[in-house]
Each structure stands twice: as structure tokens, then as C-alpha cells.
């Protein structure tokens, strides 16, 4: 089985520029997840979506962060204008259902702003 | 939310030995645990998750325990090997929400 797909592996952007990352989840799986770590900590969510409506996205800073999935298979997370905070690895998951179910992860974007 | 933690930043093993790595939940509605394993330059990869119906699990070479009453979770690993070095994470979820809420990592250290 084909893991969860992000690209790209690296980018390296200035700060007030716009970012896109791509994700695509193991097939079948319903449920999406975006989370950004920050080098030395855990993952920490910003968005949950089930098909293609949003389930959670309580933690996203939406004022900057916006993010996608329009067919409920692929999903795109965008950030504009960028700020020096945002450099961190951006994680996407992927679960077959919503509740109790492991999530499998992407190995991730990171983010370097300067 | 409230948040994971876990105990020691770095643990560091002898190989061959068992290695224990310890967590602390906050969250009295969390039903759902998980350990994932982080090696450097990649995403988390599930190693063995545990129901809050449950006070113990095994895996091959783990064991996961989870203890509800002081909302502490272990994972065990046996006869710990140079590939299990990495960053292990719990993580857990419960009370209607079902994004993972992380610790920030113990740093597994392998010595020869």
C-alpha cells in the first residue's frame, strides 16, 4: 500500500511570500489532516477535513492559512503572507475513518522562511 | 486543548536492554492513545495505539500500558536494537475530537 504523498520535500521562501504544499492520502482514506511541527516539538494540528468538508480547523490561523480539498482525495495547505514563525515541517495524515483509527503520516514539507 | 507531555527529553539504552519511555496525559476525556516513532527527516510512523478499554497492549518487540487512574501511558520495547533509535511520541485523542494532541518526544538513544 502507497503511503501518504507531500510535496515538495524542501522550500525555502522569504517572509511576506505565499507557500502551497500538496498532499496525497492513502487511497480510501477519508479523513485528512494537516499539522505543522516545530523543530523540537510534537506535530500540532491545524486542520481536519472528512471527504471534502472541513471537520476541525480550530487551531488554523486563518488569517494567513488557508487549505483545501475540493474532490476529497488531494489536498493543498497555502500560507499568505509568510512569517518568520511559520518555519517548521508541514505533516499531512491520513486515516480510513474518523474516530479511533491510527493515522498514517507523509514525510513533510519543511518550511524555511528567511 | 490540554496537552501530552512526556518525561525525559533523552533516554539513553544499552543495546540488547529493555527501554522504557514514559507520558503523562492531562485530558480525563482521552480515549484513544497512540506511540509513534520519528526518525530524523521523516514523518511519524505508528508503532501501536491502546483504547481507553484496555490497560495493556502488545505488539512485536512493544507493549504499550496504559494506567487511566493517574493518566499515565508507557511504551516498552525489548531487547532494544540500533534502528530503534529515534524520537517516540505518545499522542492521544478522546472527548469528540479526533486530531491527535502530541507530547513534545523522548530521544531514544542507542549505545553499543
Known amino acids: 500500500e502507497a503511503g501518504v504523498a507531500q510535496s515538495p520535500r524542501y522550500k525555502i521562501i522569504e517572509k511576506r511570500q505565499s507557500v502551497a504544499f500538496w498532499c496525497n492520502p492513502i487511497?480510501?482514506?477519508?479523513?485528512l489532516y494537516w499539522y505543522q511541527q516545530i523543530l523540537g516539538q510534537g506535530p500540532k494540528l491545524l486542520i481536519q477535513?472528512?471527504?471534502?468538508?472541513?471537520?476541525?480547523d480550530s487551531q488554523l490561523p486563518k488569517d494567513r492559512f488557508s487549505a483545501e480539498r475540493l474532490k476529497g482525495v488531494d489536498s493543498t495547505l497555502k500560507i499568505q503572507p509568510a512569517k518568520l514563525e511559520d518555519s517548521a515541517v508541514y505533516l499531512c495524515?491520513?486515516?480510513?475513518?474518523?474516530?479511533?483509527?491510527?493515522?498514517?503520516f507523509g514525510d513533510g514539507t519543511r518550511l524555511s522562511i528567511l | 486543548g490540554e496537552s501530552v507531555g512526556l518525561h525525559l527529553p533523552t533516554l539513553s539504552v544499552q543495546e540488547g536492554d529493555n527501554s522504557i519511555i514514559n507520558c503523562a496525559y492531562s485530558?480525563?476525556?482521552?480515549?484513544?492513545f497512540i506511540w509513534y516513532k520519528q526518525e530524523s527527516g521523516k514523518g511519524p510512523q505508528f508503532i501501536i495505539d491502546?483504547?481507553?478499554?484496555?490497560d495493556k497492549r502488545q505488539g512485536q518487540r512493544v507493549t504499550v500500558l496504559l494506567n487511566k487512574t493517574v493518566k499515565h501511558l508507557s511504551l516498552q520495547i525489548a531487547a532494544t536494537q540500533p534502528g530503534d533509535s529515534a524520537v517516540y511520541f505518545c499522542a492521544e485523542t478522546g472527548g469528540g475530537a479526533d486530531g491527535l494532541t502530541f507530547g513534545k518526544g523522548t530521544h531514544l538513544i542507542i549505545q553499543p
Open positions: 495524515a491520513s486515516s480510513s475513518q474518523v474516530g479511533n483509527q491510527p493515522q498514517h
Open positions: 477535513f472528512q471527504n471534502n468538508g472541513v471537520v476541525d
Open positions: 491502546i483504547r481507553s478499554n484496555m
Open positions: 485530558n480525563s476525556a482521552s480515549d484513544y
Open positions: 487511497s480510501g482514506h477519508a479523513t
